[in-house]
């Protein structure tokens, strides 16, 4: 048995390096969303403030260059306005809240400058959302609702060793998927993300 815990323990410690937390903050900025009103017959565009979001991760190195992520993050942004094929322009008030479960792919390149490492993504996940539209104008019926869907994304950075275990990371993705339908309406969602993060990499030597 001794023996045997010998040669598992190096190996579980080569393992161990390789495995990361990540941690990170953004800000996301939505395109006009289209939407379509199932009921009422109407289609627009409603716009939606930007918004901070937070996001969790832990990865896995798979080569030097080569990692795989795993990613939860959540964001609460508000509904300001919708925009309605042949009748104008509302101020409306309203939310969307989403939390999202992204499986992430990165490159990281084999070269730096100044000690700068670039890198890009991909990934794909599942996100659910709450939306609230509160609009006295009549565009729409007031209410809540839950909308759940398939997103992807893709994007790239830049990557900062500050320790030999911590890293800074800044970087951009966009994000996109399947309609959000929710009660009455089915509406877009894509976003463009700016976020800055830590990494630590587990302390085994």
């Given at each position: 048995m001794i023996f045997a815990v010998l040669a598992v323990t190096p190996l579980c410690a080569q393992a161990a390096k390789r495995i990361y937390f990540a941690g990170y903050f953004g800000l996301k900025s939505y395109p006009p969303q289209d939407y379509k009103d199932n009921d009422l017959g109407l289609e627009g565009k409603i716009g939606v403030d930007d918004s901070i979001s937070f996001a969790g991760a832990i990865g896995f190195k798979l080569t030097p260059q080569l990692r795989v992520e795993a990613e939860?993050?959540?964001s609460s942004a508000t509904i300001s306005s919708a925009e309605v094929i042949n009748f104008g322009a509302f101020e409306v008030g309203g939310s969307l809240?989403?939390?999202?479960?992204?499986?992430n792919v990165y490159y990281d390149f084999d070269f730096n400058w100044?000690?700068?490492?670039?890198?890009?993504?991909?990934?794909?996940?599942?996100?659910?959302?709450e939306g609230e539209i509160d609009n006295a104008l009549g565009f729409t019926a007031s209410g809540?609702?839950?909308a759940s869907g398939y997103?992807?994304?893709?994007?790239?950075?830049l990557r900062y060793p500050v320790t030999d275990s911590l890293s800074l990371i800044t970087a951009y993705r966009y994000m996109d998927g399947q309609d959000l339908k929710f009660t009455n309406i089915e509406g877009d969602a894509s976003i463009h993300e700016v976020r800055v993060g830590l990494s630590w990499d587990l302390p085994f030597e």
């Open positions: 939860l993050s959540h809240d989403s939390t999202i479960a992204m499986v100044k000690k700068i490492q670039p890198f890009i993504g991909a990934g794909i996940g599942y996100g659910w959302h809540s609702s839950d997103l992807w994304q893709v994007g790239g950075g």
